[in-house]
């Protein structure tokens, strides 16, 4: 991921990821902004933009991202995968600075590494100004990401995920808590999770990796957009589940742990009398 960043703050990234990956993957790194509009975008069928457009048109969930504090500054994902020329990107990234008044910082040895430009210089042997390139070996790491604009903190996630991954923050919203607990290539998570709020950018499903070729009513048809045809993506989850379990020695626990409990629950807290009457007449058989 390379990030360039401008003198008031606002950022335009480069990664090999989908957009919405990279802006909920900064966000988690504590790197927050309003999502920039870019002119390079996934290709969507028309039939695809029309009943998402329908479903936008209905009465609007409350999400997290709602009750997020997020800076005003601009955040551009550009996906390095979308063109072969880098020509494109360049002008793009032109456009985007002229058009957002973005000034680019140049990156010295001073702003990128915090070194004095004398220590940088000698270390270096280069003069300060001069573009660096600072090589970083990386473990690579599988954990899932949640997109805080979709997420409705409805913790499906926390009950199902039995490997202590998810947990609260202080407002009682939903975080990534232990990310190298996750057990790697299971996106089990992702598939349960009613909004389609978690991502696993690195995953070869571009749902699950966080393509914006995704319905708003993803019920209709996941087996398809989960890349498992003959199975219900409910299905395909816990036999995920069941085999990451397994790997660590616990046994295999299937539909019975994790499926909508909480939304059970609320539903229990919210009767009131009218509730218990209704019940009551249902018992008559009428």
Request: some cysteine; charged content about 35%.
């Given at each position: 991921m390379l990030?360039?960043?401008?003198?008031?703050?606002?950022?335009?990234?480069?990664?090999?990821?989908?957009?919405?990956a990279a802006r909920w993957t900064l966000t988690r790194n504590k790197i927050q902004?309003?999502?920039?509009?870019?002119?390079?975008?996934?290709?969507?069928?028309?039939?695809?933009?029309?009943?998402?457009?329908?479903?936008?048109?209905?009465?609007?969930?409350?999400?997290v991202i709602d009750s997020l504090n997020i800076p005003?500054?601009?955040?551009?994902?550009?996906?390095?995968?979308i063109h072969k020329e880098a020509g494109v990107y360049l002008q793009e990234i032109k456009r985007i600075s002229e058009e957002a008044k973005i000034t680019i910082i140049e990156p010295t040895l001073e702003n990128v590494t915090g070194k004095e430009p004398s220590d940088a210089q000698e270390s270096n042997g280069k003069a300060p100004g001069q573009p660096v390139i600072i090589k970083e070996e990386t473990k690579r790491r599988w954990y899932?990401?949640?997109?805080?604009?979709?997420c409705t903190n409805c913790m499906e996630c926390i009950d199902f995920c039995l490997f202590g991954v998810y947990g609260v923050d202080h407002t009682e919203t939903i975080l990534v808590e232990q990310p190298d607990d996750?057990?790697?290539g299971c996106p089990a998570c992702s598939r349960v999770c009613p909004e389609n709020a978690i991502l696993f950018p690195q995953h070869?499903?571009?749902?699950?990796?966080?393509?914006?070729?995704v319905l708003e009513n993803l019920k209709i048809d996941l087996s398809k957009l989960f890349g498992a045809p003959e199975a219900d993506a409910v299905d395909v989850a816990v036999r995920e589940r069941d085999e990451q379990l397994m790997l660590v020695g616990r046994d295999a626990v299937g539909h019975d742990v994790g499926l909508e409990r909480r939304q059970i629950e609320r539903d229990d807290t919210k009767k009131d009398e009218l509730d218990h009457l209704i019940e009551q007449l249902d018992e008559f058989d009428l």
């Open positions: 990030c360039l960043q401008g003198i008031e703050g606002d950022m335009i990234v480069l990664s090999w990821m989908y957009p919405r902004g309003q999502e920039g509009v870019t002119l390079l975008v996934e290709e969507i069928d028309s039939d695809e933009d029309e009943e998402q457009e329908t479903e936008q048109n209905s009465e609007p969930m409350p999400r005003s500054r601009k955040i551009y994902c550009l996906d390095l995968r899932p990401v949640i997109d805080m604009s979709r996750c057990r790697k070869k499903s571009p749902a699950i990796a966080g393509s914006a070729d």
